[in-house]
């Protein structure tokens, strides 16, 4: 029986981090297992474009780009990762997934949305999370957490936060109007709470979306449409 597919979306510093970790301990007790990945990243060659990316090195090559590099990350990660932990069963929670480069690269960096449905054609070539978290907060409010957690690392601004506020505006209205587009896959929830309240929201929303894993029942769907040896 194939896992759930469950992706946290949002601008910077929105808490996804925060939210995974205690998704993950409340699935603890279930049946099946709990992988938790991130985006870019997740597999050993799909961290290796991260490193790349959020380094900097691809931002004097333009916005599309770098949707074609998250893009080639993607693939490797869903290949490696993500489909063979679904068909044999475990959930997987995942940091960002395609949402992400369509707000990113697609919104707040310019890139036409037909453009954007092409490449996540033929990247997700059919798999879809079965529930996505959209972590929606003013875009100062994620900002000044992140600073505040690099100050507290001794980290400065990594690619994307080094960008201007209307670009982090501009991020905070594209997930919204993906929430809008896919009512049936994406939830948003008000991440400007306390962790404890933003936690209630997300289980909350997950018992009424996916009460088949909540409850500890195996879901229907046998196996994804992308199936790796
Ligand atoms: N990107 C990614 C693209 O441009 N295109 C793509 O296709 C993809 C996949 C990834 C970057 O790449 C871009 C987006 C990103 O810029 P990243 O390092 O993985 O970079 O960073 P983010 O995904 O942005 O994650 P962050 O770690 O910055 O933020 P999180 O995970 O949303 O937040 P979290 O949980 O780490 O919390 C941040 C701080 O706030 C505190 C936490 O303790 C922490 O200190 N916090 C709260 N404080 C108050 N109230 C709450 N409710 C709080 N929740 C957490």
Partial sequence: MAGCFITF????????????????????????????????????????????????????????AEALLFAAARIDHLDKTIVPALNRGTHVLCDRFADSTR??????????????????????????????????????????????????????ADRFEGEDASFHHSLRQAFLSIA??????????????????????IWAALRERLPQLAENRLPDNAVRPLDVA
């Fill in 103 to 156: 707000a990113y690269q697609g919104s707040a960096g310019n890139i036409d949305e037909a453009l954007i449905d092409q490449l996540e054609r033929v990247t997700l070539r059919g798999v879809k999370p079965d529930l996505t978290f959209i972590l929606d907060l003013p875009a100062e409010t994620g900002l000044a957490r992140a600073r505040e957690r690099q100050a507290g690392k001794g980290e400065g």
């Fill in 9 to 64: 979306e949002g601008g910077e510093g929105a808490g996804k981090s925060t939210q995974i970790e205690r998704l993950r301990q409340r699935l603890g007790g279930l049946a099946q297992p709990t992988l938790v990945t991130r985006e870019p990243g997740g597999s050993p060659h799909a961290e290796e474009i991260r490193a790349f990316i959020l380094g900097g090195h691809a931002k004097h090559l333009g916005p599309f």
């Fill in 180 to 201: 809008r587009s896919e009512p049936r896959r994406c939830v948003v929830i008000n991440a400007d709470q306390e962790p404890d309240e933003v936690e209630a929201a």
